[in-house]
């Protein structure tokens, strides 16, 4: 796979989940299904492990613990994406301010 760098888009390897990289650090590493991504248009061959299937949401953001790493889910899919053998977790939204 290719460095990450922020409007690359990449897909599952093991279902139908595309993503976008918003930003990443070097060297960072990208998975979903516990298989590594491929860029959109790849070759889709891998092997999903259990444990990486809880799907991701079109139209959330994933970061990691740090928020260093941050990708928008542009198609659905059954794997979770992930870095570093750790799952990313949903972006909390910003509250909008009330317009009272």
Not at 75 to 91: C, D, N, P
Request: with cysteine; charged share 25%; hydrophobic share 35%.
């Amino acid at each position: 796979m290719a460095d990450l760098r922020p409007g690359l888009r990449l897909a599952s390897a093991v279902c139908d989940a595309e993503v976008m990289v918003i930003k990443a650090p070097a060297g960072a590493d990208l998975t979903c299904g516990g298989a590594p991504m491929v860029e959109a248009g790849g070759d889709k061959s891998g092997t999903a492990d259990d444990e990486h299937m809880h799907g991701c949401v079109i139209g959330k953001r994933y970061v990691n613990a740090d928020e260093t790493l941050e990708v928008l889910c542009v198609k659905a899919g059954e794997g979770s994406v992930g870095s570093g053998g750790e799952l990313l977790m949903t972006k909390d939204t910003k509250k909008l301010p009330s317009s009272d």
